[in-house]
T-cell receptor, first 117, second 110 residues
Framework: DTGVSQDPRHKITKRGQNVTFRCDPISEHNRLYWYRQTLGQGPEFLTY????????KSRLLSDRFSAERPKGSFSTLEIQRTEQGDSAMYLCASSSTSVRLGTGELFFGEGSRLTVL | TQLLEQSPQFLSIQEGENLTVYCNSS?????LQWYRQEPGEGPVLLVTVVTGGEVKKLKRLTFQFGDARKDSSLHITAAQPGDTGLYLC??????????FGKGTLLTVNP
């Protein structure tokens, strides 16, 4: 069973450095989502793609954040000039708009935990 | 903005006890999901409820969707230590984006 996979699982970086996370969704899923979760909070929506098109971006996503899904398969989330407030778990999820594949539930990866020193 | 409030925020009980956690909103959702999340892991989907008044059972877990599709509850019977985790509810509005509550952190002590 190839679920949603994220890489790396953990990243420690110094303030000001750039980091990139990768997400490989479930292969038949055309929608891909990025969420951020801090301790004691539920996941907060950042952005989502349908195929290669980025359809919505949260106001939480500052100019330092950029997400891509160039071929409609895997996605990357890059954070430039990281700040300590960026420390969080970055979750990727995928879903399908095909009725044949279910009712659109999101399936999450295990997350990429970022620590900015 | 559609907000989901979960209560209680924290719950610590003994093995064998029953419990209910709640998820409430002032907004109507086309569907509502319950997830369970363990530390350092991503949320895992437990159930989706779609119809107002719907009740779904998953072994010792019973999920109910309010008649007006604004609220939901999760009842666990005879809780076990393996039930420990963060229980998140999420609602789907008019698009495919999910809005999450802050979760209920459940600890079941042996």
């Amino acid at each position: 069973d190839t679920g949603v996979s994220q890489d790396p699982r953990h990243k420690i970086t110094k303030r000001g450095q750039n980091v990139t996370f990768r997400c490989d969704p479930i292969s038949e899923h055309n929608r891909l989502y990025w969420y951020r979760q801090t301790l004691g909070q539920g996941p907060e929506f950042l952005t989502y793609f349908q195929n290669e098109a980025q359809l919505e971006k949260s106001r939480l996503l500052s100019d330092r954040f950029s997400a891509e899904r160039p071929k409609g398969s895997f996605s990357t989330l890059e954070i430039q000039r990281t700040e300590q407030g960026d420390s969080a778990m970055y979750l990727c999820a995928s879903s399908s708009t095909s009725v044949r594949l279910g009712t659109g539930e999101l399936f999450f990866g295990e997350g990429s935990r970022l620590t900015v020193l | 903005t559609q907000l989901l409030e979960q209560s209680p925020q924290f719950l610590s009980i003994q093995e064998g006890e029953n419990l209910t956690v709640y998820c409430n909103s002032s907004s109507v959702f086309s569907s509502l999901q319950w997830y369970r999340q363990e530390p350092g892991e991503g949320p895992v989907l437990l159930v989706t409820v779609v119809t107002g008044g719907e009740v779904k059972k998953l072994k010792r877990l019973t999920f109910q969707f309010g008649d007006a599709r604004k609220d939901s509850s999760l009842h666990i019977t005879a809780a076990q230590p393996g039930d420990t985790g963060l229980y998140l509810c999420s609602g789907r509005g008019s698009n495919y984006k999910l809005t999450f509550g802050k979760g209920t952190l459940l600890t079941v002590n042996p």
